[in-house]
């Protein structure tokens, strides 16, 4: 059976609902709670969500040669080598010890990109923004805004409780996996297995423009250093930065190879652009490579890095070429709230956000 042909993007696969204004208030209001919250506890200001850098890494992106057009699209429409920097992190909007387990988060920014920019996209650069899961935590942004509110009302619970909480969610995740399943909230709650970071796949988990068509992107790891680390087992009970002490040693000794992928929608039914809770099944489009991202060994975190990457730049889907927009409920709610999160960031640390020409504003 040949695969599916991929759907072609028209706007009105997208379909915003009425209230997505009051919508995207309410999560900047949240938003702001959580990250005045922080700023009073910290002295400094970090994002409202994915807080906690676990690796800060610069490197090359490599477009594959001889893709068909389909897949030669965007920013990956010819062969030809980028700089990048990547981003890991956990998802909470405060700084906890790794023992409290979350979900995690890669970001991806590719730099010296040409083409048609989205509206208000300065620069070159091609941002996507990914964490370790297919799907979405939430359909939408008004289901998302309930569990912001969640978080910025316990943004300032003691940590003592947030590890219990952790452990508790953790043996939950155990006995389901133990039955074959997974749960998405439990694993979201602080449920998530301790794992080493670096053996994840991540995943845009909602869709985007796919230039004329739309897909789901998702960077994997292909070197056998890394992919021995898949579901590896990391114990960072004692260590409140254990993951990224693990980063900076595996750097320290070993480069990184990743695939990004995509996988393009092809049946609209099974593949839907406004939910973004439902995974896309890979039965009916599997993800396929289309470059390859190199880290070399390095210092994986430093006070440079974090001044130029942790506080100086932001990572944003709806930075990027036209031909990448986001699409769909929770990347509309990100495009409203992301740029008052950085300009918090920005305004509160004295520390402009700007995006970089090249790998040596970054180091």
């Given at each position: 059976m040949s695969a599916a042909a991929p759907v072609r993007y028209t706007p009105d696969l997208e379909r915003p609902q009425p209230d997505e204004e009051k919508v995207h208030a309410g999560m900047i209001e949240q938003f702001a709670k959580i990250q005045g919250t922080?700023?009073?506890?910290?002295?400094?200001?970090?994002?409202?969500?994915?807080?906690?850098?676990?690796?800060?890494?610069?490197?090359?992106?490599?477009?594959?040669?001889?893709?068909?057009?389909?897949l030669a699209q965007g920013a990956f429409a010819r062969p030809g080598s980028h700089e990048v920097v990547l981003r890991l992190s956990t998802n909470p909007g405060d700084i906890l010890d790794d023992s409290v387990s979350t979900p995690r988060g890669l970001a991806v920014k590719i730099l010296g990109v040409?083409?048609?920019?989205?509206?208000?996209?300065?620069?070159?650069?091609?941002?996507?923004?990914?964490?370790n899961a297919p799907a979405f935590v939430a359909p939408d942004g008004a289901a998302f805004l309930k569990n912001l509110k969640l978080l910025a009302a316990t943004t300032d619970t003691p940590q003592v409780f947030k590890k219990a909480f952790s452990a508790l969610m953790r043996g939950l995740e155990t006995v389901l996996e133990a039955v074959g399943t997974k749960s998405p909230t439990v694993i979201a709650l602080g449920g998530h297995p301790e794992t080493h970071i670096l053996g994840e796949t991540f995943y845009s988990q909602v869709p985007l423009r796919w230039g004329d068509y739309v897909a789901k992107v998702a960077v994997a790891p292909v070197s056998p250093e890394l992919t021995a680390l898949t579901g590896a087992s990391l114990n960072v009970n004692g260590k409140p930065n254990g993951l990224r002490e693990a980063v900076t040693a595996?750097?320290?000794?070993?480069?990184?190879?990743?695939?990004?992928?995509?996988?393009?929608?092809?049946?609209?039914?099974?593949?839907?652009?406004?939910?973004?809770?439902?995974?896309?099944?890979?039965?009916?489009?599997?993800?396929v490579a289309v470059a390859r991202i190199t880290a070399p060994r390095q210092d994986a975190w430093g006070e440079g890095?974090?001044?130029?990457?942790?506080?100086?730049?932001?990572?944003?889907?709806?930075?990027?070429?036209?031909?990448?927009r986001p699409l769909g409920s929770i990347m509309r709610a990100r495009g409203a709230v992301y740029p008052k999160s950085s300009g918090f960031r920005a305004e509160h640390n004295g520390c402009p956000i700007h995006e970089p020409a090249s790998l040596s504003q970054v180091r």
């Open positions: 922080t700023l009073k506890d910290y002295g400094h200001a970090v994002r409202g969500v994915h807080a906690k850098g676990h690796g800060l890494l610069t490197g090359s992106l490599e477009v594959l040669p001889g893709l068909p057009s389909h040409e083409g048609e920019r989205m509206p208000g996209s300065e620069g070159t650069t091609q941002d996507f923004v990914m964490a595996f750097f320290a000794e070993h480069e990184g190879v990743w695939e990004v992928r995509i996988q393009l929608l092809t049946n609209i039914a099974t593949m839907p652009v406004e939910d973004a809770s439902v995974p896309w099944p890979e039965d009916e489009s599997p993800y890095k974090v001044k130029a990457i942790d506080d100086g730049l932001a990572f944003n889907p709806w930075h990027g070429l036209a031909a990448h």
